[in-house]
T-cell receptor, first 112, second 112 residues
């Protein structure tokens, strides 16, 4: 079946950029998402990208999509301590199906 | 306020005692789903529903049942819970298949 892979941990210093990477296997992925989960809370959508786009920027967030390599990344500029959370990459494939497949999540720790 | 409400937030139960976790959304969303979150495994979809009386299996449906008799409610039923169903459960809803999924706060279930 489809698989979404992420590294489990990332540590950065406050003020630096964070880059969280994700790879997926289903070439028919249509939408790819980044969700953020803060401790004790549910998931919150950060941003998403259509599969026909290469890049999307939204304030401090930049999403890059390389369809050839099936690689998705999330860059957070000027990382703050409030960005400490678990970040999930997710994909949804094709029409008529509502199967959101999540990666295992990357725990971002921001060092003051 | 737009929200997805799960109840209870915490539940400890014994093996074999039937339980229901409720999920309700006030956004008139068509799509609803249930996930379980386990350490090292990320989020896995249990069941989803694309509309009233339309439900389908996700990746890990064994041991669970759902129903969608009304648009706003999507309860998760464990007929005979077992310890391997100890997990953190999330309900989510979205307006359309590809639009933002709104998550509930989670239900932490322990089966002893």
């Amino acid at each position: 079946g489809e698989d979404v892979e992420q590294s489990l941990f990332l540590s950065v210093r406050e003020g630096d950029s964070s880059v969280i990477n994700c790879t997926y296997t289903d070439s028919s992925s249509t939408y790819l998402y980044w969700y953020k989960q803060e401790p004790g809370a549910g998931l919150q959508l950060l941003t998403y990208i259509f599969s026909n786009m290469d890049m999307k920027q939204d304030q401090r967030l930049t999403v890059l999509l390389n369809k050839k390599d099936k690689h998705l990344s999330l860059r957070i500029a000027d990382t703050q301590t409030g960005d400490s959370a678990i970040y999930f990459c997710a994909e949804i494939t094709g029409a008529g199906s509502y199967q959101l497949t999540f990666g295992k999540g990357t725990k971002l720790s921001v060092i003051p | 306020e737009a929200q997805v409400t799960q109840n209870p937030r915490y539940l400890i139960t014994v093996t074999g005692k039937k339980l229901t976790v409720t999920c309700s959304q006030n956004m008139n969303h068509e799509y609803m789903s249930w996930y379980r979150q386990d350490p090292g495994l990320g989020l896995r979809q249990i069941y989803y529903s694309m509309n009233v009386e339309v439900t389908d299996k996700g990746d890990v449906p064994e041991g669970y049942k759902v129903s969608r008799k009304e648009k706003r409610n999507f309860p998760l039923i464990l007929e005979s819970p077992s310890p391997n169903q100890t997990s953190l459960y999330f309900c989510a809803s979205s307006a359309q298949e590809y639009t933002e999924a709104f998550f509930g706060q989670g239900t932490r279930l322990t089966v002893v």
